[in-house]
């Protein structure tokens, strides 16, 4: 298994678009966690000192540190993931293990592209996915994306996956044991849609990537590729998405395994999405990115696991805590409480983000993403690296709207790994 870190966003040479249609969101995670994009062939494939150069032609927009999949090579030295060290107008280089023959030979060609995080499509239907980690490490959880037109809902209205976390699936429309979100009173609610037209209450959690206003029925009617930015590994991921409200305003939405306090814990899976259970037409006092107050310390609004830390049981809600430097409600990326730069070392101030049950209890930290306690120091996608307390670590600054201001707060996510073992 790979537990390599894994960055990419819309603006890369070759990256999927995420647009203004039903399936389009599925399409974007079918490139992103499984299958890689922006193939390119390797004219020449060849390593000095355990340096490998692969020519990938001119323009070819590969990033240093990105992760790159290589294939084809006789030597299986040379295949495999690989993290981009430098780069020239027509190349790309990266550390191989051993030293294998030079130049690499091959039958069927050498190819590279951008790895995908390593998940497998469980499941599928039409516009429907179960997507799961292959590591064995992980409880390996199922994450159910739907993003087809509900029946009876307008197709010019906003676009949105609505997701599932599950212990255990059968086939993409049956789940087995314990899920979130669920309602035993409405068992239903999340998955399939009820009523028709502006009465229409089209599922719970969701992933909106088209959506221009409050109401549903406000969508998003641009035919423009929407920004997007995921970061991840084998076990778990973090999409940040714009939904609309103008254009690039992302919402933080998220997949993953955390690391938890209690031993032997088989729901420690976190999922978030806009907690909007509503008709399509109704105005509730929220804007996409108050639906799941993302870089909100504490608020547990669209933010849940499977069961809480005693393993049984219903959903549990959980939030995010970090240190307090306000004694108060805090907001990632938005605090005034520390200047930027922080005076005695002039640097960023970052710190680990725990998860906390709505009952208090601290079940785990969040992996690869750190909390930042200054105003909007750095602006979206810079890399920053000697970071004070975080020697070799390199981060990726991740900005998202906060109360429809712009992309006003947000997080910065270690890109260098690995995560977890």
């Known amino acids: 298994m790979s537990n390599k870190v894994k960055w990419m966003h819309s603006g890369m040479t070759g990256a999927p678009v995420l647009t203004n249609n039903w399936g389009s969101l599925t399409a974007l995670l079918d490139a992103l966690l499984v299958n890689g994009f922006h193939l390119k062939p390797v004219s020449a494939l060849t390593q000095d000192g355990g340096i490998a150069t692969a020519v990938v032609g001119s323009a070819h927009g590969y990033l240093v540190d990105q992760v790159v999949r290589i294939e084809g090579a006789e030597e299986p030295e040379y295949n495999g993931e690989f993290t981009i060290t430098a ?5 790309i280089q990266f550390v191989v293990p051993g030293e294998p023959v030079s130049p690499a030979t091959t039958v069927l060609g050498i190819t590279a592209k951008i790895a995908p995080l390593g998940f497998e499509i469980a499941f599928t239907g039409e516009n429907k996915r179960a997507y799961r980690s292959p590591n064995p490490l992980s409880n390996r959880p199922f994450l159910r994306v739907d993003d087809s037109l509900p029946q009876g809902y307008d197709t010019n209205w906003a676009k949105f996956g609505r997701v599932t976390l599950a212990e255990d699936m059968v086939d993409i429309e049956t789940f087995v044991g314990a899920r979130a979100p669920f309602d035993p009173a409405a068992p239903t609610r999340n998955e399939l849609p009820s009523g028709s037209g502006n009465s229409m209450y089209s599922g719970w959690f969701k992933w909106y990537f088209a959506r221009n206003n409050t109401p549903e029925t406000y969508g998003d ?60 037409s109704e105005w509730p006092n929220s804007y996409p990115n108050q639906d799941t107050y993302s870089t909100h310390s504490l608020d547990t609004t669209g933010k849940i696991c499977m069961r809480d830390y005693t393993q049984v049981g219903g959903n549990a809600r959980l939030g995010l805590f970090s240190l307090n430097d306000g004694n108060n409600q805090n907001v990632s990326g938005r605090s005034g409480s520390i200047p930027f730069p922080n005076g005695p070392d002039y640097g960023l101030i970052l710190h680990p983000i725990y998860l906390r049950e709505s009952t208090g209890h601290l079940r785990g930290m969040l992996p690869g993403m750190y909390w930042i306690h200054q105003n909007q120091p750095y602006a979206h996608l810079t890399l920053i690296d000697q970071v004070l307390g975080y020697p070799g670590r390199k981060f990726l600054i991740v900005t998202l709207d906060y109360a429809h201001e712009g992309n006003t707060s947000g997080f910065a996510f270690d890109i260098t790994g690995p995560w977890r073992p």
């Not at 780069?87 to 190349?91: A, G, M, P, R, V």
């Not at 254009?247 to 993953?256: A, H, I, Q």
């Not at 955390?258 to 008709?279: E, Q, V």
């Open 221 to 280: 009617n641009g035919a423009g590729a929407r920004s997007w930015v995921l970061v991840g590994d084998d076990r778990g991921f973090f999409l940040a998405c714009a939904s609309g409200w103008g254009g690039d305003r992302r919402v933080l939405y998220t997949f993953t395994d955390f690391d938890s306090y209690k031993p032997g814990d088989n729901y420690a899976s976190f999922l978030t999405a806009s907690d909007r259970y509503r008709t399509a």
């Open 87 to 91: 780069t020239t107008q027509d190349s």
